[in-house]
């Protein structure tokens, strides 16, 4: 599970590195990407109400989407379970909801099958880390640069083909 915000390459390390490393040693890989997920509740959604903006399609379709998510997520490790294969998950967690997608997989592997969470993550040194003062004055700081969180935004916003 690669944790971080849009725009940090999880799906570019997917496709560029993960894949190609993969199939050179034959292991079984297997991926659940939540922006195709997301994607088909809003194609769906926009059958039915066509009148809808895109922005509106993705701020109704949250629930659905993350529901057929996790049902997703359920049915590869219910099927795909060879040994030493590697199910991706290519989704933004915030920081409330890793927990909530761990336990979920922890509790859908199959028994008498030994599973694995790693998860991926920017690494920064301690000085990167970006903090600020939230409205109260407390002090809320990111696993990452600032700069880092800029070049993420760019990079969303300069996205032509993406699903949502």
């Known amino acids: 599970m690669p944790i971080s915000v849009p725009g940090m390459g999880k799906t ?3 496709e560029k590195v993960l894949v190609p490393y993969c199939q050179q040693r034959n292991i079984p890989l297997n991926v659940v990407h939540s922006d ?17 903006s895109k ?7 949250g629930k659905d989407a993350n529901k057929m998510f996790m049902d997703k997520v359920e049915a590869k490790l219910r099927f795909n379970t060879k040994a030493g294969s590697i199910l991706y998950v290519d989704k933004n967690h915030p920081p409330n909801g890793i927990e ?3 336990s979920h997989i922890r509790s859908k592997v199959p028994p ?3 599973a694995e969470i790693l ?3 920017p690494n920064m040194d301690s000085e990167e880390v970006f903090s600020i003062n939230d409205m109260d004055g407390n002090s809320v700081s990111w696993p990452f640069s600032l700069n880092f969180f800029l070049k ?13």
């Open 55 to 61: 922005d509106q399609l993705f701020e109704m379709t």
């Open 119 to 121: 998860a991926l993550a």
């Open 152 to 164: 993420c935004l760019e990079r969303v916003q300069k996205r032509k083909n993406h699903e949502t």
């Open 100 to 102: 909530k997608i761990v």
């Open 36 to 52: 195709e997920v997301r994607k088909t509740c809003m194609d769906r959604l926009a059958e039915r109400q066509k009148k809808l």
């Open 112 to 114: 008498g099958y030994k």
């Open 12 to 14: 570019f390390f997917y």
